[in-house]
T-cell receptor, first 111, second 114 residues
Framework: DAKTTQPNSMESNEEEPVHLPCNHSTISGTDYIHWYRQLPSQGPEYVIHGLTSNVNNRMASLAIAEDRKSSTLILHRATLRDAAVYYCILRDNYAGNMLTFGGGTRLMVKP | EPEVTQTPSHQVTQMGQEVILRCVPISNHLYFYWYRQILGQKVEFLVSFYNNEISEKSEIFDDQFSVERPDGSNFTLKIRSTKLEDSAMYFC????????????FGPGTRLLVL
């Protein structure tokens, strides 16, 4: 899978929006952009994924740049429960099912 | 909501002993995975399993490791002779289909090898 780059950590205030960036300049045309998060002492949890268009679900929104070289995970109103490590992962549908996790971004939410 | 379960939640073993970590994937899922996370490090893929055989495995998944689906519900990871460096959180995951599908992870088993 192509490599992604994320900031090591970010801070947010509770009830404010959070924009978590991810760079993936070597993304290929068949790579899907997946976001997972890992709450403290838990297993990874799916957040959202997309290919080219922006996506929304009950947890978050995913904004994908027109050239697909970057994306942003948007949490519309951060809560203390959103404090986690967020992973941006590229998956090629033709290259197997495994997820390749990087270091992710540790999001800290202040009350 | 259906979830992946894992047992035990914690296991302590002596170096050289065999351990079996157990997972119950979501009932209608067909693809199963094991990952591990050494303390403070990244989540690493170990193996994927479909139709009663390994479909992919990483370099970590050497001859000391094996996986099995002994019945219609359990999916196990066996480490034949544990080493100190096997100490980690082990996560099981499952998907209904293969690529692109959301992987559902269990809560993990913390393995400590002394």
């Amino acid at each position: 899978d192509a490599k992604t780059t994320q900031p090591n950590s970010m801070e947010s205030n509770e009830e404010e929006p959070v924009h978590l960036p991810c760079n993936h300049s070597t993304i290929s045309g068949t790579d899907y952009i997946h976001w997972y998060r890992q709450l403290p002492s838990q297993g990874p949890e799916y957040v959202i994924h997309g290919l080219t268009s922006n996506v929304n679900n009950r947890m978050a929104s995913l904004a994908i740049a027109e050239d697909r070289k970057s994306s942003t995970l948007i949490l519309h109103r951060a809560t203390l429960r959103d404090a986690a490590v967020y992973y941006c992962i590229l998956r090629d549908n033709y290259a197997g099912n495994m997820l390749t996790f990087g270091g992710g971004t540790r999001l800290m939410v202040k009350p | 909501e259906p979830e992946v379960t894992q047992t035990p939640s914690h296991q302590v073993t002596q170096m050289g002993q065999e351990v079996i970590l157990r997972c119950v994937p979501i009932s209608n899922h067909l693809y199963f995975y094991w990952y591990r996370q050494i303390l403070g490090q990244k989540v690493e893929f170990l193996v994927s399993f479909y139709n009663n055989e390994i479909s992919e495995k990483s370099e970590i998944f050497d001859d000391q490791f094996s996986v099995e689906r002994p019945d219609g519900s359990n999916f196990t990871l066996k480490i034949r002779s544990t080493k100190l460096e096997d100490s980690a959180m082990y996560f099981c995951a499952s998907t209904q289909r293969g690529t692109e599908e959301t992987q559902y992870f269990g809560p993990g088993t913390r393995l400590l090898v002394l």
